[in-house]
């Protein structure tokens, strides 16, 4: 569950956008002025942070500079203020974004979806690593272990390798393996998805123990324990 500090003093304004995002399950917590939003920001984590700008206190710019000088965590201001200048001096304060009041609820939500993407999609390529029960993939060396035992593959098993460690739990076809590990436009039939997956289930499997690609009868694989 992805988590999101609301940092507003209008408490029916706070109290609404609360059920909203609770009902889009997200867990919220909400401060009601610039020193204690300040606080919950710089002491937990959070995925997001919504921050109006004008707040009691500390006004919503100095909360956004103080906790972009320390942490970088994605903020959305949210502010009845919507001239240029206005925008401008929330996102050089470090703001992500910035969303004038009155706002559709759909939109806000959109704005957080979008954030949340970009942070994980970031976390993807700041991974060197991939890791599932006792496989690990060191992506920089391109080196395969179960447990400490280094696995030797070939480029198509890695490929197929990392194409069922990025979607763990997740039922692949054998066209969408195909793709990501032969290409789009290669002529190789399906059937060669089978025998390569037999190949890869020869190498990180362990005898007596169930394997980590399971067919699904008629759709694919999926790699699960």
């Known amino acids: 569950m992805k988590k999101i500090l609301l940092i507003e003093d209008e408490r029916s304004m706070a109290r609404f956008i609360e059920l909203e995002l609770t009902h889009e399950s997200f867990a919220v917590q909400i401060a009601s002025d610039g020193y204690g939003g300040l606080d919950l920001a710089l002491r937990d984590e959070w995925d997001v942070i919504l921050l109006d700008l004008m707040l009691p206190g500390i006004d919503g710019l100095e909360v956004c500079r103080r906790i972009r000088a320390i942490k970088p965590t994605p903020i959305i201001m949210l502010t009845a ?71 030797e593959l ?34 190789v039939d399906t059937n060669v998805v089978d025998v390569y997956v037999r190949y890869l289930r020869n190498k990180i499997d362990e005898s007596g123990e169930p394997s980590y690609i399971q067919t699904q009868r008629g759709i694919g694989y999926v790699m699960k324990r």
């Open 154 to 187: 070939t480029k198509r098993e890695y490929g197929l390798l990392l194409a069922f460690m990025q979607n763990p739990n997740r039922v692949l076809s054998r066209e969408t393996l195909l793709d990501k590990v032969w290409g789009y436009e290669s002529v």
């Open 81 to 151: 203020r919507d001239s240029v200048t206005d925008r401008v001096h929330g996102l050089d304060s470090g703001a992500d974004d910035y969303l004038p009041k009155p706002f559709a609820i759909e939109e806000l939500l959109a704005r957080i979806r979008v954030i949340i993407r970009r942070q994980e999609l970031l976390g993807e390529e700041k991974r060197s690593t991939l890791a599932f029960h006792e496989l690990t993939v060191d992506l920089d060396a391109m080196e395969v272990r179960r447990r400490e035992q280094l696995i």
